[in-house]
């Protein structure tokens, strides 16, 4: 049996628990959101357009056919981590539809996923509509907040 100094155990529990509150801290919670924010650009004109999507609805950008499946954000408090599950089908010249991208973009990272196609690119920029958006609106519609005091200004005479 091989005796292990006191020393070098008292570094092991230490290691152990550090590394036990880095993973609790890693699995910060997902706030889900109703909207997906992407950027589109048209290649031709060189515009760039700010398209919104609904969870579970299409929206069209020139050829192509964007589905938002899920779009989550982290809290203000955490590391800004923005991510969609996205599906793109592309209409062809005889109308028939084709798929060119399903999976999942990251807005921190937009060349990492982004749909390139050769007329246009999307990628993500931002979500909208989580928990905490919806409750701090339902607040401030039902007059929660207390009215501000403005603050009267002093003269000061001058001799």
């Known amino acids: 049996m091989v005796k292990v100094p006191k020393l070098q155990s ?3 529990i230490a290691a152990i628990s550090i590394g036990l509150l880095w993973v609790a801290s890693a699995s910060a919670e997902r706030i889900p959101n109703k909207t997906a924010v992407f950027a ?13 999507v ?3 609805q299409t929206v069209q950008f020139g050829a192509l ?21 996205v599906e793109v089908q ?5 109308g028939t539809e084709q798929q060119i ?13 982004a749909v ?12 909208q509509g989580g928990d905490e958006v919806a409750a701090s609106a339902e607040g ?8 501000v005091k403005k603050k009267k200004k002093r003269r000061v005479k001058r001799q």
């Open 101 to 113: 991208f399903n999976g999942w973009m990251f807005a921190q990272s937009p060349g990492l996923h």
């Open 10 to 12: 008292v570094a092991v």
């Open 54 to 56: 609904p969870l579970d």
């Open 116 to 127: 390139e196609h050769p007329v246009f690119d999307v990628w993500l920029t931002d979500c």
């Open 90 to 94: 592309e209409i062809k010249l005889d």
């Open 65 to 85: 056919k964007l589905t938002a499946r899920s779009c989550f954000t982290r809290p203000p408090t955490e590391a800004p981590k923005t991510t969609a599950f």
């Open 40 to 52: 589109a650009l048209d290649k031709v004109t060189a515009r760039i357009s700010k398209l919104e």
């Open 140 to 147: 401030e519609q039902q007059g929660d907040e207390q009215p």
